[in-house]
């Protein structure tokens, strides 16, 4: 592990030498343009220039742990910090220890000077304002310095080339596309070797039908027909060996150059998990302040290396599980005193290997976990079930609800939750890489959700299979086993077909039928059918299929806009052959599987769906009262408007509206007081309200969930989209 973590800051420190070039040059470049007269307007620019170069400078090594360089920017930093408030006015002597110091850096990166020298040049920084070095002495150590330092620039770029994203990129997809050549020498060989089987089974077959006769060529005549066919197809089988030897000895060198190729490409796009964890801290301090929680941040596993577009594939999702964790995991200090629990929660991610060279990604907390009555109550409110069906459901099915789009727990949507879309979209983000999720909670003890990842998204491998007339590739890791099914072991149980296996019933499916492809004529009695047994998770389903073509391995290749989701679908793969097949996604031919046709809504619901919404905007500002107006009517909806709450109220009670949209600080009744009284009644009592207001603290939103709102959304960073997307999920 130690010589791990010492060859990832080896290469952590190549990188920064050559990014610390990058600054030092533009460095230069704007001291020696400060050492002309300049109009003000530019010698302004160039003295903020400088400083962002030596702040982004002086991050970069606090990032690999070289205090010296940072110690060193952060005193030039001061010095121009105090020019550019007024505090000191530029002159030619602050420039020179300015590019002194500039000069220092580069020395420091290439060891020709200590923690002395450094110490030596913060000094004369502090003191630079006070010296009056005379001009020819200033000239002579900038030039001085300047020559020492034109040489480490060179030693520093001399083994490391910084190269940017999009070229490293392109150049990835060129080695991805040398896995087709490497793929069709694979069917090459294949085919040659049965082009050779097939000529000796000929030739075998004619001599046994045909016996040889003797040669004679004493007496002159020629040998007969049979030997002189049995002489040729030895010729040709000769021949076609040899070919198949010298296509074998092509496609290995072929496969061991474009493995190897593969393999230094594949490291050239390991990353450090530490390179996304590293966002994190800040975000922890700063969600759980504005909540009034104390939560400790823990990441293990942040030196675990993995692949560039794997890493970057679940910043999006991982973001989603932490700021869950710490809005509806993490209790507030006084509540987890009084259960007994530290004040400071804690939210740990883990990063692992995992079999199979894949990777395993826990995000967990120890707050209050699910509670899978709200869960329940949640899928009732967003009308995925009737009360009766979510009361029915056992716990693990109720747990699975949660990854449903518009399920959340939250009783109010925010800027950080209540959307319904959190896991939603991290089992999304997971599912399109080809992985699994799992959920474990337990009450007062906290939730973990855990991902298993593929290390790689480059090639895939899985089983070939055959269905309604067409070619599919379900993925490896998801296929149990591969059986043969009597057409007589298909009973139907409860309007399904299963069959038994060890004991327990296993639902299996034409996976032509489930594709809503064309499936082929009933198997006569008697017959056996190809099964294949897909698992997801604790889930097993039997697919039934026509042709079972093996193992394979191919080019993936993701979908595009528009089919950036397509049902059953995760991503398309080219085969050896040039032929491009689609490569099943086993969670939803699970799910459509188990999805009941859902019935035809009644001509009542039809014309209530066809109907525009009508929503109410109450705002005392003239201004905010015709933007969302604007807003609202450009989507499509009916509006009507109030100044305050009395008149909202009235307009409630004398008319029908879908929604309220309303400010909360408003004359005569805010927003708080007209919210209670719509949930006071029993007539409007379930008509949803979003709170828009500048009010931002989080007492003022708990009293806003206090009071039954359905949304709270802060004008400060109103969004327009945002607002819209949440009245369409409340409608």
Not at 109 to 134: N, Q
Not at 260 to 280: N, Y
Not at 589 to 615: D, F, G, N
């Amino acid at each position: 592990m130690a010589d791990r973590k010492d060859d990832i800051r080896t290469r952590l420190l190549a990188t920064f030498r050559v990014e610390a070039e990058e600054h030092l040059q533009a460095l230069t470049t704007n001291l020696v343009a400060l050492e002309h007269e300049l109009p003000v307007a530019t010698t302004r620019e160039l003295i903020e220039a400088t400083f962002r170069e030596m702040h982004t400078l002086k991050g970069a090594a606090r990032s690999v742990s070289l205090m010296d360089v940072e110690v060193l920017c952060q005193a030039c930093e001061s010095l121009l910090s105090r020019v550019n408030r007024g505090d000191l006015a530029l002159s030619r002597t602050i420039v020179g220890r300015l590019q002194e110091a500039v000069d220092v850096v580069a020395r420091l990166l290439t060891g020709a000077v200590g923690p002395a020298a450094v110490r030596e040049m913060v000094t004369r920084l502090d003191d630079a304002p006070a010296e009056s070095a005379g001009e020819s002495d200033h000239t002579r150590l900038m030039s001085a310095d300047r020559s020492i330092a034109a040489e480490p620039a060179s030693a520093m770029s001399s083994d490391t080339v910084r190269l940017a994203t999009a070229k490293l990129d392109a150049l990835l997809l060129r080695a991805e596309d040398l896995l087709v050549p490497k793929l069709a020498a694979e069917e090459r060989v294949k085919e040659a070797r049965v082009l050779v089987e097939a000529l000796w089974r000929w030739r075998t077959a004619l001599n046994r039908s045909r016996p040889l006769e003797p040669a004679q060529t004493g007496n002159g005549r020629a040998p007969s027909l049979s030997a002189a066919l049995d002489s040729d197809l030895r010729a040709l089988e000769g021949q076609a060996r040899g070919m198949l030897g010298r296509l074998t000895r092509d496609q290995l060198t072929i496969a061991t150059v474009v493995d190897g190729l593969q393999e230094e490409m594949r490291q050239t796009r390991m990353m450090p998990a530490a390179s996304v964890l590293d966002l994190f801290p800040r975000m922890v301090r700063d969600l759980a302040g504005e909540q009034g929680k104390e939560v400790d941040w823990v990441a293990d596993g942040a030196a675990m290396e993995m692949d560039r577009r794997v890493l970057e594939q679940m910043k999006d999702p991982l973001i989603h599980l932490v700021r869950n964790a710490i809005d509806h995991g993490i209790e507030p200090p006084e509540a987890r005193q009084q259960t007994g629990k530290p004040r400071r929660g804690r939210v740990k991610v883990t990063i692992a290997a995992a079999e199979g060279g894949r990777l395993e990604i826990c995000v967990e907390d120890d707050g209050r976990g699910l509670d899978l009555g709200r869960v329940r109550e949640a899928a009732v409110r967003a009308r995925l079930l009737s009360p009766e069906a979510a009361q029915a459901l056992m716990d693990e099915a109720a747990l699975d609800l949660v990854y449903r789009s518009g399920v959340s727990t939250s009783p109010i949507i925010t800027d950080v939750s209540g959307h319904g879309l959190g896991l939603a979209i991290v089992k999304e983000h997971v599912e399109r890489l080809g992985g699994q999720i799992r959920l474990a909670t337990g009450a007062g003890t906290g939730t973990a959700v855990r991902m298993t990842l593929p290390a790689t998204v480059v090639t895939f491998r899985g089983l070939l299979v055959q269905a309604g007339g067409q070619l599919f590739l379900l993925p490896t890791d998801a296929v149990e086993r591969a059986i043969r099914v009597a057409r007589e072991e298909i009973q139907g149980v409860e309007g399904r077909e299963v069959i038994c296996r060890n004991g327990h019933p296993l639902p299996v499916l034409a996976l032509s039928r489930l594709l809503r492809l064309p499936e082929r004529e009933s198997e006569p009695a008697g017959s056996k059918i190809s099964c294949v047994v897909v698992r997801t998770g604790e889930e097993r389903v039997g697919l039934l299929i026509e042709g079972l073509l093996g193992s394979r391995e191919v080019l993936v290749k993701e979908l595009r806009p528009p089919l950036v989701r397509v049902k059953n679908v995760s991503a398309a793969g080219l085969l050896g052959t040039g032929q491009v097949v689609l490569i099943l996604r086993p969670a939803d031919l699970l799910k459509s599987i188990h999805e009941a046709p859902r019935p035809t809504a009644p001509a009542a619901a039809r014309e209530e769906a066809k109907r525009p919404k009508v929503i109410l905007v109450v705002d005392d500002s003239i201004t905010t009262r015709t933007m969302e107006r604007n807003l609202l009517e450009a989507a499509g909806y009916q509006v009507r408007v109030a100044v305050d709450g009395i008149e909202a109220w009235t307009l409630l009670r004398s008319e029908a509206f879908d929604l309220v949209v309303s400010d909360v600080d408003m004359p005569r009744m805010d927003g708080l007081d007209l919210t209670a009284r719509i949930r006071a009644d029993r007539k409007l009592g379930e008509l949803p309200v979003v709170l828009v207001t500048a009010l931002e603290s989080r007492e003022d939103k708990e009293r806003g969930i206090e009071v039954g709102a359905n949304a709270y959304l802060v004008k400060s960073s109103f969004d327009q989209s945002n607002l819209l997307d949440i009245i369409r999920r409340l409608l």
